[in-house]
């Protein structure tokens, strides 16, 4: 079964830096594409930012400049790196591993204040 650890939220001002990382465990199979989705309160959980096994990246547009999604394959980790944080950035983080299905993690809160 996979596991997912996810690591890297918190409280942090408008225009600071967080780095989100979530490491997998326990795939018997190739992992293909990693990444983060958010869910703000009150509203569905969306994409962010995803990368592929050969470093294709996708952001969200609102995201692009700001964060930027990086992997080490040898450990099966993903990292968002987001910088320029806004109060809308707001939400809970979900990472998510895909390869013979979709496997998401725990969840870690970040909270940006104004």
């Known amino acids: 079964q996979v596991q997912l650890v996810e690591s890297g939220g918190g409280l942090v001002q408008a225009g600071g830096s967080l780095r989100l990382s979530c490491a997998a465990s326990g795939s018997s199979f190739r992992i293909n594409v990693m990444g983060w989705y958010r869910q703000a309160p009150g509203k569905q959980r969306d994409s962010v930012a995803l990368?592929?096994?050969?470093?294709?990246?996708n952001y969200a547009d609102s995201v692009k400049g700001r964060f930027t999604i990086s992997r080490d394959n040898a450990k099966n980790t993903v990292y968002l790196q987001m910088n320029g944080l806004k109060p809308e950035d707001t939400g809970v983080y979900y990472c998510v591993v895909i390869g013979r299905g979709a496997y998401w993690g725990q969840g870690t809160q970040v909270t940006i204040s104004s």
């Open positions: 990368i592929t096994s050969d470093d294709s990246t």
